[in-house]
């Protein structure tokens, strides 16, 4: 699973639409979309900041889920 994956399933997880994420995480509802369909990367400070609203790890061990 790559990380937009992981983004869509946990945002739908926690009951987030594209636009509330955005707000929490302080980017436009568009540029969440461009993320998520893979359009665009963010960058590591958004990445951050999706992890922590998220309550994501960043670099998790895959092997432990």
């Known amino acids: ?3 937009k994956e992981v983004i869509i399933k946990k ?3 926690l ?3 594209q636009n ?3 707000q ?3 980017i436009s509802q568009p ?4 993320i998520e ?3 665009k990367k963010p960058s590591l400070d958004i990445l ?4 922590e609203v998220l309550n994501l790890e960043l670099l998790a061990d895959r092997d432990a889920e």
Do not use: H, I, Q, W
Not at 31 to 34: I, K, L, S, T
């Open 37 to 39: 369909k893979g359009r």
């Open 1 to 3: 699973m790559d990380y």
């Open 15 to 17: 009951g987030y639409s």
């Open 31 to 34: 540029f969440m979309n461009e």
């Open 20 to 22: 509330k994420l955005a």
């Open 11 to 13: 945002r739908t997880k």
């Open 24 to 26: 929490l995480v302080g």
């Open 48 to 51: 951050l900041r999706l992890c």
